[in-house]
């Protein structure tokens, strides 16, 4: 079965950098695009990143475009989102997801991690 | 960007009952849409995607049909293990991906 495995969340203060893990395993981590989508507490979900199989091509939401990034090592199984200059509307748990689709990034989401927590708060 | 309003917001229904829930787009997004669910405490899990496709595993009771601008995720009886909150996904204005707001759906 697929396993996402995200870390890295914890308590920040506004304006100061953080970098979250996802660690993928039981499927063919390298043939798939990675997405990040957040939950802000009590609200609904917001696509994040994206990042291409290869690595090569990357998007994000505009809220979050300058500020953070989307990173990959297919040679770890992992994806990486650097948060940079954090605001307190960054304040979520933070999920991976595996694009549905083999090779190319088609933007619906069938597996999930279990999600990290981001505070930021002074 | 393309803005989903789901209805109704909250559902109430008792186990064997039929629920149907909405997603409309501000703008067409063809069959490009997506239904989660997400339990309490828990990750969203990909129910429908391109509109009508079940998603693996998902059982034979959850269905969606609609295109353009109207949408519809059907469970044809309800079981408790349904409650839960439903959101749709568009991927049609790729890469800016939205989500519905979601309905809340309980059982009586």
Known sequence: QVQLVESGGGVVQPGRS??????????????????????APGRGLEWVAVIASDGRDKHSADSVKGRFTISRDNSK???????????????????????????????????????????VSS | ?????????????????????????????????????????????????????????????????GSGTDFTLTISSLEPEDIAVYYCQQRSNWPQITFGQGTRLDIK
Request: glycine share 6%; proline share 4%; aromatic share 12%.
């Open chain 1, 77 to 119: 199984n992992t994806v990486y989102l650097q948060m940079n200059s954090l605001r307190t509307e960054d304040t979520a748990v933070y999920y991976c997801a595996r694009d549905l689709h083999i090779a190319a990034a088609e933007y619906h989401f069938d597996c999930w991690g279990q999600g990290t927590l981001v505070t």
């Open chain 2, 1 to 65: 960007e393309v803005v989903l309003t789901q209805s109704p917001a909250t559902l109430s229904l008792s186990p064997g009952e039929r629920a149907t829930l909405s997603c409309r787009a501000s703008q067409s997004v063809g069959r490009y849409l997506a239904w989660y669910q997400q339990k309490p405490g828990q990750a969203p899990r990909l129910l429908i995607y391109d509109a009508s496709n079940r998603a693996t595993g998902i059982p034979a009771r959850f269905s969606g049909s």
């Open chain 1, 18 to 39: 953080l970098r979250l893990s996802c660690a993928a395993s039981r499927f063919t981590f390298s043939s798939y695009a990675m997405h990040w989508v957040r939950q």
